[in-house]
């Protein structure tokens, strides 16, 4: 099968611009995740869908962050405006009811 | 609240020889645990999951992982490791089908 899909792999931004980040999940994969992993960290859960609603968006800071699954496949996570302390792998995930999470490759992300 | 403790940033081992990774969790009621690795600039890889049963579960690549209810513990483990093993690894946990938390993660080292 076809693993999660992001695009793009790498993207260096200016602090105050805005960013996006796209993901195709596993076809038939539900649920979909956006983690943020900070280097020297664990992955830290931004927000979690369940086909186009979403399930957990508690850490997510949503004075900059969105994100949206509206046909409840692919997603857009968006950064407006950027910070330094955005800088870090932002990750992908899909999971059905009854698997693990499989991940992307992940978009690092590069605020100056 | 759900929580992970990988107690070690790094842990280093001599190619052939056996390996354990820590890992300790929080989490109220019965617990889901997983292992998760990841090589440079990609993303998270399952290895092995915890749900039930037998409390010595096998994964991928030859590791294993053993669920200790009353100390609390999962830890990873590999008989015999190879270079090719030298990668983060990370611990997770959830209840049922709640937010899955990660470990800050324990970077492997394998010398030849």
Redesign the interface.
């Known amino acids: 099968e076809a693993g ?1 899909a ?1 695009s793009p792999r790498y993207k260096i931004i200016e602090k105050r611009q805005s960013v996006a980040f796209w993901c195709n999940p596993i076809s038939g994969h539900a649920t979909l ?1 956006w983690y943020q992993q900070i280097l ?6 931004l927000i ?1 869908f369940q086909n186009n609603g979403v399930v ?1 968006d508690s850490q997510l800071p949503k004075d900059r962050f969105s994100a949206e699954r509206l046909k409840g496949v692919d997603s857009t996570l968006k950064i407006q405006p950027a910070k330094l302390e955005d800088s870090a792998v932002y ?1 992908c ?1 899909s999971s059905n ?1 009854t698997s ?7 978009t ?1 992300l590069t605020v100056t | 609240a759900q929580s ?1 403790a990988q107690p070690e940033d790094q842990v280093n081992v001599a190619e052939g020889n056996p390996l354990t990774v820590k890992c300790t969790y929080s989490v109220s009621g019965n617990p889901y645990l ?1 292992w ?1 690795v990841q090589y440079p ?6 290895l092995l ?1 915890y749900i039930t049963g037998d409390n010595l579960v096998k994964g991928s690549y030859g590791f294993e992982a053993e669920f200790n209810k009353s100390q609390t513990s999962f830890h990873l483990k590999k008989p015999s490791a190879l270079v090719s093993d030298s990668a983060l690894y ?1 611990c ?1 946990v959830r209840k049922g ?1 709640s ?7 324990t970077m492997l080292l394998v010398s030849p």
């Open positions: 999660v992001q995740y020297g960290q664990g992955p830290k859960l979690q957990d990750l995930a009811r693990p999470l499989h991940f992307g490759n992940g690092r | 992970v997983f998760y600039n990609r993303g998270l890889q399952f999951k990370f997770a089908y937010t899955l938390t990660f470990g800050k993660g």
